[in-house]
């Protein structure tokens, strides 16, 4: 009797046993991590501190693994987080050291957020163009060098693609505008040339392009009017010309639009006025032409940027007639005549108007 209870004591231990290991990682992602983790440096926290033991899948900081497959699927490592970590030590992260290719190993990867660490430098590995499952790739906040990998048009299941905030080269890759999934694009603050690729707007599924503080030059793409589901769209501070396209005022959604600090010219689009486009920033560019007198009931602006310019003439009549105007700056142009009373211009201060050819009335002086 006691024979047969320690076996089956024994049976049930030795299953358990090849259980729990049959729902660990494989030992190729462990290595991968831990090769990942070897070109990392971070002093502060300790967050690598968990990773330790043969099972990547459980209490591994920040990974998290398929639960039928037991393949490493998301890497989430953030530098500014609310984890209790970054609680108790009262700081937010720095980490140093490079994105090593080792990371290409996991190619059961969806996601990848390596973020807002402030030190990393190198290269974004150009093998992570392989990952085929890769949906995420978030790298904001470090100090990336290099170029956007030529072959990104690969990863065809990509959605985010965020490299925002790092000191990027080069030029807008070709294959870019072969991701036909892409939502959300953010390239800012890098140091990224070159023109917009004509065919920018095959990423039909992009609802948020954001390309600010780059060098960026050339003509904004007619395509891009081409993107029904684009609601957000940021190209300013770089060195774009040319004139703005009258269809981007046609676009469905969007709903903001900053085009300031560039060095586009040519007149204001009348389709842009009359749009569904609440945040409109032209300022600081060479735009000339009157301001459209196209206002209605569909024109409502929370922002309004028109500043530094070379507008003429009169500010129309018909911008009573819109519904909204919260921010509105016509400064430092050529504009003529009286500012019209009332809505929305009562509650405008005299900041708005400034430094134009003749403009009078409240509140500036009388005409």
């Not at 009373?341 to 134009?356: I, M, Q, R």
């Amino acid at each position: 009797m006691a024979t047969t209870i320690l076996y089956a004591l024994s049976a049930t231990i030795l299953l358990l046993s090849l259980t729990s290991v049959s729902n660990a990682c494989p030992p190729s992602d462990r290595a991968a991590l831990l090769a990942f983790k070897a070109a990392l440096h971070e002093p502060y926290l300790g967050i690598f501190n968990s990773w330790k033991g043969n099972d990547c899948c459980h209490n591994w900081y920040g990974v998290s693994c398929d639960p039928e497959t037991h393949r490493v699927a998301d890497i989430n490592l953030r530098g500014e987080s609310e984890d209790p970590i970054f609680q108790k030590a009262r700081r937010t992260g720095y980490m140093t050291g490079s994105i090593s290719p080792a990371i290409c190993q996991l190619t059961r990867l969806s996601s990848l957020t390596i973020a807002d660490w402030k030190g990393i430098s190198g290269p974004i590995p150009s093998c992570i163009a392989s990952l085929p499952f890769l949906r995420i790739l978030d790298l904001i906040g470090n100090q990336l060098t290099g170029e956007i990998p030529a072959d990104i048009g690969r990863l065809s299941r990509l959605t985010v693609l965020n490299v925002a905030d790092n000191q990027l080269s080069g030029t807008i890759p070709r294959s870019l505008t072969n991701l036909s999934s892409l939502m959300h694009l953010d390239i800012r603050g890098n140091k990224i040339s070159g023109t917009l690729p004509r065919n920018f707007g095959k990423l039909r599924m992009l609802s948020r392009a954001l390309l600010s503080k780059n060098k960026l030059n050339g003509p904004i793409p007619n395509s891009v009017s081409y993107i029904y589901r684009l609601s957000d769209l940021d190209l300013s501070l770089n060195q774009l010309s040319g004139p703005i396209p009258a269809s981007l005022g046609k676009m469905a959604v969007l709903a903001t639009l900053n085009l300031d600090g560039n060095q586009i010219s040519g007149p204001i689009p009348p389709t842009l006025i009359s749009s569904s486009i609440s945040i409109l920033n032209l300022s600081r560019n060479a735009i000339e032409g009157y301001i459209p007198d196209a206002f209605g009931s569909r024109s409502y602006f929370t922002v309004l940027d028109l500043s530094y310019n070379k507008l003429r003439g009169r500010i129309p009549k018909s911008i009573s007639s819109a519904t909204f105007i919260g921010h509105l700056d016509v400064s430092h142009n050529h504009l003529c005549g009286p500012i019209p009373a009332g809505s929305p211009f009562d509650h405008l201060e005299a900041s708005s108007f400034v430094n134009n050819d003749c403009l009078c009335g409240k509140p500036l002086r009388a005409c």
